[in-house]
């Protein structure tokens, strides 16, 4: 049987105190002759600075596990990849022993998955790296435990609040699920409604701004693997010719865009032309095998073709001592991304469009580079490989994208919305931006080549190429009768060993046999109808969270799944502490000895250091100075 998500450790309250409070200060008026008067102004005073105390009131929180990284981190490990520069993060709070927090040197994390070129990093050897890279504790937040008492929580809001299971013990959620709600997890989206009558529709973020930090990287073309690419692995991006109606084949185009491959940009001048040129996406992911091959310096096989995108999350993709894998089962087909990129126009002539494809759907923004006006649509294909296709407009818009000029461009499709933004402002258009849901959700030969680029008699130039895709959030459900878990909507019956995911995940180079695959043993998660005062609460790391999804009901609630609205302790609004960042000794910095170095160093035991015990075993830092304040990571939470 596959193993189910693992136990959370919940957010501990740092040392259950207040984080900041204000503090009434002395009162130096004068001292008033008329005693009603003034024992009405104290009461008013008193009232105001009470309500300004309970406004201001925060406590603070340490994040232990990663249940909602992306956007917050509990105990990790940074590393920066050698073949592609990519900075990331990796998970490691399976290092420590959940109850105890002491080191687990059978646990230590030995390697993880670079996110952009798949490139695995050493993080620890014990011949060749002992000293390893230093582990961090998890992001410090502040929680305000105010808004809820006033206010109703809001959908998307990060919330910290006693598990219903164990009310001693906090947890950290996103609110996914709102009072009087039946919940549905399916395609990785959440679907809401109320009333068994009405249909489940996509549950929207209200802002479009907060999709944007719910975002993980699919590939920054600023930091190609140079030397896999020099030995022949195939560039993600290219300038390409349909060779079918549809979309589905595509081949080089020697005629059209002009790659830069040494600047990472992409150029056309096609004034003279009024022919549609295209750049596009192809998802060639090296696998272990080829960068086996690499090392070695055998020939690289790149004939496999790209494959579908995946819910891979580098934030679980790391190796344990014994070459235990953990985040290896990226097998579940995402459709929701967003390109990011530069363009920089010459003149105010022709047409430029953006395409991201969704299975059956193929979504569009058009720009008419004379007017600035900007066209939201998309063509329909169906099951049909021939047209004619249905082209469906939802929306237009005057946008600044009129003449020359270098502008910073975001296309979304997220949720079955499609969202512009320019120069970092969201563009508002004069209609509705959301489609329907197709009648055929599964991916196709389209969606190998999912992002395109096109220009139609007008002269560019593009770089900074940024690919992200959106949270994937997996319809795991626990059963009550036996507890048996079902991974991405795949039975665990179907799907209850690693082979099977392997199986799964290698299907992503062809997407009929993917989704035939996937549609014979995939199910929907549906949760029953939340009470007046219920909510629903689900992690960001959807694969590795322990949350409303999977809870046990050892308390014999009627909703085993809720969080009660007497459980909320408050909203969480600002990381104020990610970490230190070392510096000197290579970046490591240095451990305190002497008898300060328990603060320094992690113990395996009571008083016992893995040295100690086992003499082949160097120390392992959890703090080291010198350091300063890692401000790029202090953030308003969204």
Request: glycine content about 8%.
């Amino acid at each position: 049987m596959a193993k189910p998500p693992k136990t959370e450790k919940p957010a501990d309250a740092a040392d259950k105190s207040t984080a900041s409070k204000s503090k009434t200060p002395d009162d130096k008026r004068p001292a008033r002759s008329d005693g009603t008067r003034e024992t009405i102004e104290s009461v008013v005073v008193a009232f105001i600075l009470a309500f300004l105390v309970r406004t201001f009131e925060a406590e603070a929180f340490v994040i232990p596990t990663g249940s909602m990284a992306p956007t917050l981190f509990g105990r990790h490990i940074d590393f920066t990849c050698p073949e592609c520069g990519t900075h990331s993060v990796v998970g490691a709070s399976s290092e420590l022993d959940r109850n105890t927090e002491y080191y687990v040197p059978s646990q230590r994390i030995t390697s993880a998955l670079c996110p952009n070129c798949r490139y695995n990093n050493q993080i620890f050897d014990a011949e060749t790296k002992p000293e390893g890279l230093p582990g961090f504790k998890g992001d410090r937040i502040l929680v305000n435990k105010f808004p809820y008492e006033f206010w109703e929580p809001q959908r998307w809001d990060i919330v910290v609040f006693k598990f219903p299971e164990d009310p001693k013990t906090n947890y950290i959620k996103r609110l996914v699920g709102l009072p009087g709600e039946e919940i549905r997890i399916e395609w990785g989206d959440i679907f809401t409604r109320k009333g068994e009558t009405e249909p489940f529709r996509v549950a929207h973020k209200d802002d479009p701004n907060k999709q944007r930090v719910l975002q993980l990287l699919v590939h920054d073309n600023e930091k190609p693997a140079r030397g896999l690419i020099k030995r022949g692995w195939p560039e993600r991006w290219a300038a390409l010719k349909s060779e079918s109606p549809d979309g589905s084949r595509w081949s080089s185009d020697a005629d059209g865009w002009k790659a830069d491959y040494e600047g990472r940009t992409f150029q056309i001048d096609g004034t003279a032309s009024d022919e549609e040129r295209w750049i596009r996406y192809r998802h060639f992911v090296p696998s272990q095998d080829d960068w086996d091959a690499y090392a070695a310096e055998r020939p690289l096989i790149t004939d496999r073709g790209p494959m579908l995108i995946s819910d891979f999350c580098p934030y679980n993709a790391y190796t344990q001592r014994g070459g235990r894998a953990s985040g290896r089962d990226d097998a579940f087909w995402v459709s929701d991304l967003t390109i990011n990129f530069d363009v920089e126009i010459d003149k105010a002539q022709g047409e430029f469009q953006i395409e991201l494809t969704d299975g059956d759907y193929r979504h569009r923004c058009r720009f008419d580079l004379k007017t600035g006006k900007a066209t939201l649509y998309y063509i329909e294909t169906g099951m049909k490989r021939d047209p004619p296709y249905e082209e469906r407009q939802l929306a237009t818009a005057q946008t600044n994208l009129q003449g020359s000029g270098k502008h910073s461009i975001s296309f979304a499709n997220v949720d079955q919305r499609l969202c512009l933004w320019i120069d970092d402002s969201l563009v508002e258009f004069d209609g509705n931006t959301e489609y329907p849901a197709p009648a055929h959700p599964g991916p196709g030969d389209v969606d190998l080549a999912p992002v395109g680029i096109a220009a139609n008699g007008c002269q560019l130039k593009v770089s900074r190429l940024l690919l992200q895709r959106d949270v994937y959030y997996r319809s795991d459900a626990e059963t009550v009768e036996g507890k048996q878990y079902e991974y991405g909507g795949l039975t665990s019956n179907a799907y209850g060993t690693e082979d099977n995911y392997v199986k799964l995940r290698h299907l992503l180079y062809d997407p009929q046999a993917w989704y035939k695959e996937f549609a014979d043993k995939r199910a929907v998660a549906n949760f029953d109808a939340l009470s007046a005062d219920e909510f629903f609460m689900m992690g960001d790391n959807s694969p590795h969270s322990l949350d409303g999804r999977l809870w046990p009901n050892t308390r014999g609630a009627k909703n085993r799944h809720a969080v009660p609205r007497s459980a909320l302790v408050g909203k969480a609004f600002f990381v104020y502490w990610p970490h230190g960042i070392p510096f000197m000794n290579d970046g490591r910095g240095y451990g305190i000895p002497g008898p300060l170095k328990w603060l320094s160093y992690h113990r395996s035991g009571p008083g016992e250091y893995p040295e100690q015990r086992d003499p082949a075993e160097a120390p392992y830092t959890k703090f080291t100075v010198p350091f300063y304040p890692n401000v790029f990571r202090m953030h308003r939470i969204r």
